[in-house]
């Protein structure tokens, strides 16, 4: 249940300017989807085997600097979500063993001193 984030070239969409659109691909379980990074260009500049820049392209630093802020931003959110989700796991967890317990107490207590906060 991994999710990996890269940069493409998305060379089935040739623009006007006859440049691809660069777009990021997210999959998870199998699953794929691609949000445009806001750039485009020739795909004869594109290095479709390690899916960066080649050494010609130009604006090659500027490229890269938006790639990698790119998939920063998106590790980010991955990491929000796990910690969202194993808190939400805890929670589930207490309520499950405070239901048996009938000590509801507790359960309040614990919302009031670690709230959830997303």
Not at 67 to 95: G, Q
């Amino acid at each position: 249940m991994s999710t990996t984030v890269s940069v493409v070239c998305y060379k089935s969409k040739v623009l006007k300017n006859n440049e691809s659109p660069l777009m990021l691909r997210v999959c998870k379980n199998g699953k794929r989807k691609y949000e445009s990074i806001g750039i485009s260009l020739n795909p004869k500049y594109w290095d479709f085997k390690a899916n960066k820049p080649t050494s010609n392209c130009p604006n090659r630093e500027h490229i890269e600097k938006v790639i990698t802020e790119k998939r920063r931003a998106y590790a980010d959110k991955i990491l929000e979500l796990k910690a969202m989700v194993l808190t939400t796991y805890i929670y589930i967890l207490l309520f499950s063993v405070l239901k048996i317990s009938k000590d509801w107490s507790l359960f309040f207590n614990m919302l009031i001193i670690n709230p959830v906060v997303y």
